[in-house]
Nanobody, 124 residues
Framework: QVHMVESGGGSVQAGGSLRLSCTTS????????MGWFRQAPGKEREGFAS???????SYADSVKGRFTISQDNAKNTLFLQMNSLKPEDSAMYYCAAGALLIAPSLSSADFTYWGQGTQVSVSS
């Protein structure tokens, strides 16, 4: 059974920063296309950052220039650096792995494995 764990969520004021981490012992993150998704109450899950095994990235316009996805293969960990946070960034954040992807994707349908989520709350 694949198990992925996110950490680093919390509460922050607008303009602040957080760094999320996602790790697993079930597979090698660097061999998969990885993504970050978020879901706010009453809204659909949104894919906003993705990185493939070659290091190519894709971002949604809503986070471009503020968020950075990266991975540390030695630590088998996926990161999300979030800067200039806004109240509208408040959501549950999930990492996901796409076993069959060969390029970054922001579509949840393309991802196979999911973490349990970590909450991010941004106050104005």
């Amino acid at each position: 059974q694949v198990h992925m764990v996110e950490s680093g969520g919390g509460s922050v004021q607008a303009g602040g920063s957080l760094r999320l981490s996602c790790t697993t012992s079930s597979f090698t993150i660097g061999r998969y296309c990885m993504g970050w998704f978020r879901q706010a109450p009453g809204k659909e899950r949104e894919g906003f950052a993705s990185i493939d095994s070659d290091g190519s990235t894709s971002y949604a316009d809503s986070v471009k220039g503020r968020f950075t996805i990266s991975q540390d293969n030695a630590k088998n960990t996926l990161f999300l650096q979030m800067n200039s946070l806004k109240p509208e960034d408040s959501a549950m954040y999930y990492c996901a792995a796409g076993a069959l992807l060969i390029a970054p994707s922001l579509s949840s349908a393309d991802f196979t494995y999911w973490g349990q989520g970590t909450q991010v709350s941004v106050s104005s």
